[in-house]
């Protein structure tokens, strides 16, 4: 399993989890979850829930990706597979996001 931890500026709010075979989980941090002053990740991986399952990479991070001739630059660059959606996503959206969510690796895999 690969996993990468998400921040909202500079607040952990949790991990994303690649489960081979089943999909994707996202999962608030315990502290970030509990927090009423800090907001859910996206309208769609809302606070109601502190964890999310989804077949596909959920379409708030695969948003986050991109597309066409930079997607095959991306890959190519970084050795990636053009269709690995969570390793172009961990290996690109770190910095340079657009709003406040950033991608980490997750050291404790």
């Known amino acids: 399993m690969r996993s990468l931890k ?9 991990v994303l989890t690649e489960v081979p075979g089943e999909g994707y989980v996202f999962r608030y941090d315990d502290e970030y979850f509990a927090n009423p ?20 990479l959920f379409p708030f991070f695969s948003n986050m990706l991109s597309e066409g001739h930079n997607r095959q630059v991306q890959a190519k660059m970084l050795h990636i597979a053009y269709d690995d959606d969570f390793g172009i996503l961990a290996a690109t959206a770190g910095t340079d996001t657009p709003g406040t969510i950033t991608v980490k690796q997750n050291e404790d895999n």
């Open 37 to 56: 002053s800090l907001p859910a990740i996206s309208l769609t991986i809302s606070k109601a829930n502190k964890e999310y399952r989804n077949r596909f």
């Open 6 to 14: 998400i921040y909202n500026g500079p607040f952990f709010a949790g």
